[in-house]
């Protein structure tokens, strides 16, 4: 046993020292939840405050700050007003009694006047500035008349000072009262709030004006641990602002403290410079002020008293905790703990956003299971209790009056139920006829044989109604089951790109401007958004560049020769006055492109065509190519095949699979109308990284792929869109190739020649011979060839698309960029 304890001795002392470091951690956050706790939830804070502004002085006789600070935390926490109410009081007795008297008394006087008038009140926050401004009026000048029996016209104006100041005050500590009384409060603070905060914090300390321990100010060693805190939490901007805002506020209180607002400014505005070497940076920034004001303040005399006010400063901001600085940057904009706060605030959002998104994504999953769980062996079930039914039905008219209906039903069961079955499917299958060698055996079978037939042949047409509406119901479940499941993909990649991280490029964004400023091109500013191969995401804000084209000319090829891919400009908004800004969006090009000419005309030269066509460029590097043809001509079929492919724009915009979203737009197409009016589509998808392309043809014309003098042909069959709310989408998968032609037509085009018997061959005949690979005088030379063997009759609606693939060829070669390269890389 000794040896096992000797053993783990040294573990066991790791994990007490361990331990014992966490009691002390422990016991220092029990602390802290105490003192926060006491001070900020039972709200004695307010009673420490309210004694320093009690008896804080301006002009050496003013005290505006007592009833403003009463009415502000009467209106903010009204159950704490008695705490503020005595410390005010027990403040303003440290100057006088006649000062404590008169607090008490022009407290008594507001709340009193608040009192009378709160009836007629629509908002007390808003009148209280005004009561406050009133109140301290006539407080002043009934002191002045009591103490000397007159009132002259410095007393009237110190009075009007001194109310004019409680005003202001009033809303100053409004705005600031909230922020050191309540517990839990928004992660960010306004600039008039952190202003309000600095005013009430250098009021607060002008209530000790007048101590001193060991001949050293108690008021100067504060203000600059003040200056200190917020220089190094904030930097030089708000550091500066603290010591201007709490230098004129002890000048205010004391004109002698007038040069320590010089100096409490520039310690403010040094410490912010320095304080990336951290509290001793800042630390050695009110030093050096101290040095160069102190001179030129008081003289070298006082020179010793200013260092070690400074020194003591200096040593309180040296003892105050990591955390409390770090929960008060975290308030206060632009520092990096706010950023990282709101980072923080922002991924968790988005997580929360992303999840919330998947939890839809599942439900309709589910539901899309759900519609979709109808199996096969329910549907036999079902068949067969459905023929049960039927059969019943005819028993009931026929064989319950019948006097051999135990002999057929009873004795032979089988027999019978087979007999019928058959008869109930022949006359299914042939139209309501029964073969004659069945009638002739049951005729043999049944004594009412004629009146059974004619039965079954009443209850088919409702059988027959009804499985054609059932089919109709399980088509219906299996297309919403699609879209469900098209809807919930489309979400589940949402969320997965919500929850993808945005890397920070920022050491990339300085390379890109180093890089651009050094080859002699001025940018304003950067920003990366992604640097994922083939997905380049940048935008770059630019001087006014007068229409010279630098953004394609320059910039573009300098990216492409740092990023090692063609960036191109997608986007570019130029400043409309020379003096402005252009903003521009660079992104990483396709490997392929494409061009596309449309020829169309309208039956008998008419203005509007029945035919419709679209080229849609999906953001997900996609290119789609569709021609619908409204059945019939003129506006109806117009207005036909141009809602065919709109609908189908907006759903494969979204993201949803083309076979569903084809699906949906035949549902909808279906369903919307009771009459016979049908479209055709005609729909290309082409991938513009690997230019493969995927055909889908309702019952549409065949198209074609020239490639040099070969002529591939394109086919599908599917009925045209809107006759049956079910059926199968044929997709037919090919790979182009740089400078193939794709063209699609409509079936005025196809079918168009005259005394032509196979449209095919002789379509293939013409496009071979065609001489040009210009999409657009592709398209009307065959649209000329068709009408011209019509001689110049348009018989029906007619259009060509023909689109070119191409490489994607930048019109501008790249820049070299070689030391950029290497560092980007």
């Given amino acids: 046993m000794e040896n096992v304890e000797r053993n783990i001795g040294e573990p066991i002392g790791e994990v007490s020292f361990n331990g014992s470091k966490l009691g002390i951690s422990n016991g220092l956050n029990k602390f802290q939840l105490k003192t926060e706790t006491f001070f900020v939830k039972k709200g004695y804070i307010l009673l420490i405050i309210g004694f320093l502004l009690g008896r804080a002085l301006i002009l050496s006789k003013l005290t505006p700050f007592a009833l403003p600070f009463f009415a502000a935390v009467y209106m903010v926490r009204r159950e704490k007003a008695p705490l503020a109410l005595i410390g005010l009081v027990a403040g303003a007795a440290t100057l006088s009694v006649i000062d404590a008297a008169y607090t008490f008394i022009v407290t008594f006087l507001f709340l009193f006047l608040l009192r009378v008038s709160k009836k007629l009140l629509q908002s007390e926050i808003r009148a209280l500035p005004f009561y406050v401004f009133g109140t301290l009026l006539l407080g002043k000048l009934g002191k002045s008349y009591i103490l000397t029996n007159q009132v002259s016209l410095y007393d009237g104006m110190m009075a009007g000072v001194e109310a004019s100041l409680g005003f202001i005050l009033t809303l100053i500590f409004l705005q600031s009262i909230p922020l050191i009384s309540v517990n839990k409060r928004r992660q960010s603070l306004k600039t008039e709030e952190i202003v309000c905060l600095i005013i009430m914090l ?43 805002v709490t230098g004129l506020i002890f000048s205010l209180a004391n004109v002698s403290s007038f040069y320590h607002m010089s100096l409490l400014a520039f310690s403010g505005l040094l410490g912010g410079l320095l304080k990336e070497g951290k509290k001793i940076g800042v630390a050695i920034g009110l030093f050096i002020a101290t040095l160069l004001i102190g001179m030129y303040g008081e003289g070298s005399g006082n020179l010793l008293n200013t260092f070690l006010e400074t020194a003591a400063a200096v040593v309180l901001f040296l003892l105050t905790p990591q955390a409390l600085t770090s929960k008060l940057a975290k ?55 459905e023929l049960d039914f039927f059969l019943s039905n005819v ?287 005609d729909l290309a998808m082409i991938d ?99 009408i011209r063997s019509r001689s110049g009759f348009i018989e029906d609606d007619m259009t060509v698309v023909v689109t070119k693939v191409k490489h994607n060829t930048p019109r501008w070669s790249t820049i070299p960029m070689q030391k950029y390269r290497q560092k980007a890389n």
């Fill in 688 to 786: 513009l990284q690997n230019a493969s392309v995927r055909f889908l043809k309702i019952g549409s014309t065949p198209s074609f792929i020239k490639r040099g003098n070969k002529v591939i042909k394109i086919q599908a069959s599917n009925l045209p869109m809107g006759i049956i709310q079910e059926f199968d989408v044929d997709v037919v998968s090919d790979q182009l190739k740089a400078g193939d032609l794709l063209i699609m037509m409509s079936d005025g085009v196809f079918e168009g020649p005259k005394h032509v018997e196979n449209y095919d061959l002789w379509m293939k005949r013409k496009i071979g011979e065609l001489a040009t690979d210009d999409p657009q005088q592709v398209a009307d030379l065959i649209m000329e060839e068709v």
């Fill in 202 to 244: 250098a009021s607060i300390m002008t209530g000790t004006i007048g101590w001193s321990v060991y001949d050293l100010s108690v008021e100067h060693i504060m203000s600059r641990y003040l200056v200190l805190v917020f220089a190094f939490v904030a930097g030089a901007t708000v550091g500066s602002t603290v010591g201007v």
């Fill in 331 to 385: 308030y206060i904009p632009g520092t990096p703990e706010y950023t990282a706060e709101q980072q923080q605030y922002m991924r968790k959002m988005r997580d929360v956003t992303a999840q919330r998104v998947e939890q839809f994504s599942s439900v309709f999953q589910a539901l899309s299971n759900s519609f979709s769980s109808y199996d096969e062996q329910n549907e036999w079930d079902d068949k067969e209790r």
């Fill in 395 to 681: 028993t009931e008219k026929t064989c319950q009056t019948c006097f051999k209906k135990e002999h057929c039903w009873t004795r032979n069961f089988n027999t019978t139920y087979d007999y019928m079955k058959d008869i109930m499917t022949e006359m299914d299958q042939n139209n309501g006829a029964v073969s004659p060698k069945l009638s002739r055996e049951w005729d043999k079978h049944c004594t009412k044989s004629k009146k059974v037939i004619d039965a079954v042949y009443q209850e088919l047409s409702l059988y027959q109604a009804n499985q054609k509406l059932k089919k109709q119901v399980q088509e219906s479940r299996k297309l919403v089951a699609d879209q469900l499941l098209g809807v919930s993909t489309v979400m589940g990649d949402f969320a997965k790109e919500i929850q993808r991280e945005r890397d920070n490029h920022h050491k990339q964004e300085e390379l890109i401007l180093e890089a651009l400023q050094e080859f002699g091109i001025h940018i304003e500013q950067v920003e990366i958004y992604s640097l994922e191969q083939g997905n380049v995401d940048i935008d770059m804000t630019i001087p006014f560049c007068n229409g010279h084209g630098e953004c394609e000319k320059l910039i573009a090829p300098m990216l492409s020769d740092i990023l090692g891919e063609t960036i191109i400009v997608n986007s570019e908004e130029c400043s409309t006055y020379p003096n402005g800004f252009c903003h521009v969006t660079f992104r990483s090009a396709k490997a392929y492109a494409v061009d596309t000419g449309v020829a169309h005309a309208a039956k008998d030269g008419g203005f509007i065509s029945g035919d419709s066509y679209s080229t849609i460029e999906l953001g997900c590097g996609k290119y789609a190519v569709a021609i619908s043809d409204g059945m019939g001509n003129g506006e109806r079929a117009h207005i036909e095949s141009k809602e065919t492919l709109e609908l189908l724009q907006k759903i494969l915009q979204s993201g949803i699979e083309e076979k569903v979203a084809i699906k949906s737009v035949n549902s909808v197409l279906s369903l919307r109308t009771t009459d016979e009016i049908f479209s055709t589509l």
